[in-house]
């Protein structure tokens, strides 16, 4: 691996980089490095970070200052984090960096446009707990634009939301962040695949929710999604729910940033994912789960001819609770019958 | 109610259908709603009891409720379901099952129950075999009776032999042993029935739980057999359609040809025609006792009494065979298909121990499963057909003794009537005098007739009565497909005049076709190449069918339903068990089929 440097490009890094390139990184890293569709980009690592963070904080004095405060005091959190925040994002950018993120940068692409995302280092649990409290930049377009978003990133840590979050849980800050810039993808559809159920946890299908444009449009709550659940076994769509979707992130019109607008009346309760799509979709959840050996949590979407993965991380929710076997080898197989013919089974009512 | 969010009328709030308040007389008198059946649950038996049933054919109720009941409640002991009863309103049949809910007596019928239950569990594939032969000599019994001819002098042999019985005596004797054949019929249809069922449902709830998303259907592969019965007389006819072609009198199997014209011209061909007419006399003993219904009504004819649905199938497969397409089950693949779905569900288990369970339950629901797949040959189709072509010889001999004014009137007629009649004939014979049935049967057969025409516009509720705290039977369960889910689609169905009909996804697929709605196999000619077939419950011998069709509903049915079973087997998406499907959806409607998540929705 060659994460040790302070960029690198994603095919070089995979799932034991953790700690130089963050849980996305190296996800995305590893998604790459087997073959799965992911979009092409570059990381900027934990070491340009702690460098960068060296010289916006000399005297290392933010984890004493974040440690004084209290989680009831919402306004004096909002007024340190907002200090730590202009320390990181006004210290200017090392001149090696900068170039190395400007190679990078124009090895995509001329003036390509760019996500530039958060990639915090931490436990799988925790980085779930985080997603979302982190920036993510999309359409993002020059390396300048980009290296003001790297720096935007690393402050998100100290979100007033992040630091809220933190104090209340008792959880400590994340050691560190790195930061995925990747080849923007214009999506006609995106969205997200868990390869379990995430209401039941049943782990014979994958559920995908998906809506029409950016996937933030499903984060930010603004849409309910059309959902899709496929049985592994069979490869068959076995439920299908099409929703009203009235919203949609897309590019903004200035091409930098995106926008939210109305979906198109006669768009908004078409599917936003073909039969075919859902079932590739499906197959490329099944490919990803049996690498990592767990239910993934996946990030999709979906491009004119294309699909293309934008983050993997491990389930935690179905994953980590204890289950007990539904049943038990028994001394002879009728024995099931007697079991179970043997106790009164209640109607459910009020479904 | 109150709180379930849904109830359905009491059975006294049913009103009789105006032009048809004379319908009790049909049926006996235990099986009308008594006032305190307001307090109990009742659905409706579409699946057995579509239309409006004649008086002779309440039989098919009368005896096999006697069956089900004394081989779950007394025989086996089932710990938590006695017996079904049933209740006749309108012509409709309502039935409810009866559970057992103290856990005192559950206990102690649990502890019979191991006992005989073990017995034939441990013992299936022998008890199998021994129950097809003791079918089959029922069935040869039955085709054994003689109807008596009533000559105006006995045959000498009664005398010499010094018999001393005459003729008229054999007239109720053997009507009677008709009748008694039928109920030991059903006796053994019942008797390793709801074991597997029971059996089936274990498996069944064990992928549930373990599995919630699976499809029920998806329970049903995994234990499918190959080699069913009931594919046997579909296949019969693929057979015949290849050696049509093969002697190169595939000319005279075309579509409309009339089953009688085409087989008068094949004995006109030469040695193709009668080759062909060999083989076809091979095929009709025993596959073509395959009825055209599902023996539950008197006109539900076999394919040899009424060729026309074999013939109707015929040309389409010899169209199949021309354009050089296989029409053999691709049987390896399906049991390989078969093999690695349960293979991967079982790889999905968390534990070894899991994976133990679920192999024991997987074994013990194939034991069972050709059981379950098969006994319907025997009972509903071959028995069943044998014994309505019994009571149709019966018929004739009360036409010819003038009770009657055409045969199939006998129908018209309840069996304790039909005892009646037949003791009129042997007193009339007897005394050298006319019988007098047909002054007193005449205008009340008019009547019946008249009254079931008007019933069958009656559109019976799904179910009536309070839901129930517990729904214990496992056949209520996967035949009828009658759980909580099901009554709330139900419940809303009625109250919901909407363009979507849910039921139960039974085979996967989403089509959109023009809608065949069927109220009666008789119309099963009607259904045109590439339409949806609507109907309230279907039958093995409608397979024929299944390969015009592009997908299929029912009103009532689960996974276990033959319109499920067939259609996966057709690989067309079907979705059973809606409860309204035939009242919502009108012929020549577009609708849309989602048999992925048990949907119909009607486009226009």
């Known amino acids: 691996m060659t994460a040790t440097g302070l960029v690198c490009p994603l095919g070089a890094v995979g799932a034991t980089d953790r700690a130089e390139v963050g849980g996305k990184g190296a996800s995305l890293g590893e998604l790459h490095r087997v073959g799965l569709p992911v979009p092409p980009g570059f990381v900027i690592t934990v070491r340009a970070f702690e460098r960068a963070m060296r010289a916006a904080d000399p005297g290392d004095t933010i984890g004493a200052r974040i440690a004084t405060l209290s989680g009831a005091d919402p306004a004096a959190i909002e007024r340190a984090t907002a200090a730590i925040r202009g320390q990181i994002t006004t210290t200017p950018v090392a001149a090696e960096l900068a170039a190395a993120v400007t190679a990078a940068y124009l090895a995509l692409g001329a003036d390509a446009p760019v996500a530039v995302r958060s990639s915090a280092v931490g436990e799988d649990a925790a980085e779930a707990s985080f997603a979302g409290l982190q920036d993510t930049y999309l359409w993002v377009r020059g390396a300048g634009a980009v290296l003001d978003r790297m720096r935007r990133c690393w402050a998100s840590l100290y979100n007033t939301e992040a630091v809220s979050y933190r104090l209340g849980q008792h959880l400590p800050a994340p050691a560190a962040m790195a930061i995925v810039v990747q080849r923007m993808v214009d999506p006609r559809s995106a969205g997200v695949m868990f390869t379990c159920s995430p209401t039941t946890g049943d782990r014979s299908v994958i559920a995908i929710e998906g809506s029409w444009g950016l996937g933030s449009v499903l984060v930010s709550g603004e849409v309910t999604p059309d959902s899709f659940v496929v049985s592994k076994v069979t490869g068959e769509i076995v439920r299908r729910s099409v929703a009203a979707k009235a919203r949609l992130h897309r590019q903004a019109p200035d091409g930098l940033g995106t926008t939210a607008e109305d979906v198109a009346a006669d768009l908004r309760e078409r599917p936003c994912l073909d039969d075919d799509e859902v079932r590739s979709l499906a197959r490329l959840g099944t490919q990803v789960e049996r690498h990592y050996g767990t239910p993934q949590d996946i990030e999709w979407a979906v491009t004119g001819d294309a699909i293309v993965l934008l983050q993997s991380r491990a389930e935690t929710v179905w994953s980590s609770r204890p289950t007990a076997p539904v049943a038990t080898p028994k001394a002879r197989p009728m024995d099931h019958v007697f079991e179970q013919l043997g106790r009164p089974s209640v109607l459910k009512k009020g479904s | ?604």
């Open chain 2, 1 to 604: 109610m109150g709180d379930d969010g849904f109830s359905f009328p009491l059975p006294s709030q049913i009103e009789d259908v105006p032009g048809a308040e004379g319908w009790r007389s049909m049926y006996q008198y235990f099986t009308r709603f008594q006032p305190e059946d307001d307090n109990r649950f009742w659905f409706h038996n579409a699946m057995h009891f579509p239309e409006p049933v004649p008086a002779f054919d309440s039989i098919t109720s009368e005896i096999p409720y006697t069956a089900i009941g004394a081989n779950t409640a007394r025989l086996f002991v089932f710990p938590t379901t006695l017996g079904i009863e049933h209740r006749i309103v309108n012509g409709r049949v309502y039935i409810t099952a009866i559970p057992v809910t103290d856990p005192a007596e559950i206990e102690q019928r649990l502890a019979t129950f191991q006992q005989r239950a073990g017995y034939y569990y441990g013992n299936w594939d022998s008890l199998y075999e021994g129950w097809k032969a003791r079918m089959a000599a029922l069935i040869s019994e039955i085709e054994g009776i003689k109807v008596p001819e009533l000559p105006d002098i006995e045959d000498a042999d009664v005398v010499f032999n010094s018999v001393g019985i005459a003729q008229n005596h054999y007239v109720r004797e053997n009507f009677q042993r008709c009748i008694d054949l039928f109920s030991k019929a059903w006796h053994h249809h019942t008797e390793m029935l709801m074991l597997g069922y029971g059996a089936y449902v274990v498996f069944f709830e064990f992928c549930k739980q373990a599995f919630p998303e699976m499809p029920d259907q998806m329970v049903a592969r995994m234990c499918a057999g190959i080699d069913v019965i009931m594919y046997r007389p579909d296949d019969e006819l693929k057979r015949l359609a290849q050696l049509a072609v093969d002697y190169h009198v595939d000319d005279l199997l075309t579509d409309g040809a009339d089953a009688s014209a085409v087989l008068t011209a094949m004995a006109e061909r030469g040695e193709g025609g009668e080759r062909w007419l060999a083989a076809l006399a091979e095929a009709r003993v025993p596959w073509f006792h395959v009825s055209t219904g599902d023996g539950f009504y008197h006109h539900h004819r076999s394919w040899n009494e009424d060729l026309t649905v074999p013939f109707t199938a015929l040309p389409r497969y010899v169209r199949l065979v021309r354009d050089g397409e296989s029409l053999d089950r691709p049987t390896e693949e399906l049991k390989l298909e078969r093999e690695r779905i349960a293979a991967e569900y079982r790889a999905l288990l968390t534990s070894a121990e899991e994976q133990a369970a679920f192999d024991q339950m997987l074994g013990l629901a194939r034991l069972v499963f050709p059981f379950v797949e098969d006994h319907k040959f025997y009972c509903e189709h071959w028995f069943t057909t044998q014994f309505f072509a019994k009571i149709r010889e019966f018929g004739d001999l009360l036409v010819r003794q003038g009770v009657l004014a055409e045969t199939e009137d006998i129908f018209q007629l309840h069996h304790t009537e039909i005892d009646q009649a037949l003791t009129d004939v042997m007193l009339a014979w007897s005394a050298g005098s006319k019988p007098l049935g047909a002054r007193h049967f005449a205008p009340i057969i008019a009547e019946r007739k008249r009254m079931l025409e008007v019933l069958k516009g009656w559109s019976p509720p799904p179910a009536v009565g309070p839901v129930p705290e517990a729904l214990n039977d496992p056949a209520v369960r996967m035949l009828w497909g009658v759980t909580a889910e099901t009554l709330a689609t139900w419940a809303a169905a009625e109250n919901d005049h909407g363009q979507e009909i849910r039921g139960y996804a039974a085979s996967p697929g989403v089509v959109e076709g023009v809608a065949r709605v069927l109220h009666s196999v008789n119309e099963i000619g009607q259904v045109q190449d590439g339409e949806i077939l609507v109907c309230a419950v279907t039958a093995p011998s409608w397979a024929p069918v299944f390969g015009k069709i592009k997908a299929a509903v029912s009103d009532i049915g689960g996974a276990m339903s033959h319109a499920a079973i067939v259609a996966r087997e057709y690989g067309m998406p079907a979705v059973v068990g809606t409860g309204h499907a035939t009242k919502r959806i009108k012929t020549g409607q577009t609708v849309r089929v989602d048999g992925d998540r048990g949907i119909v929705r009607i486009l226009d």
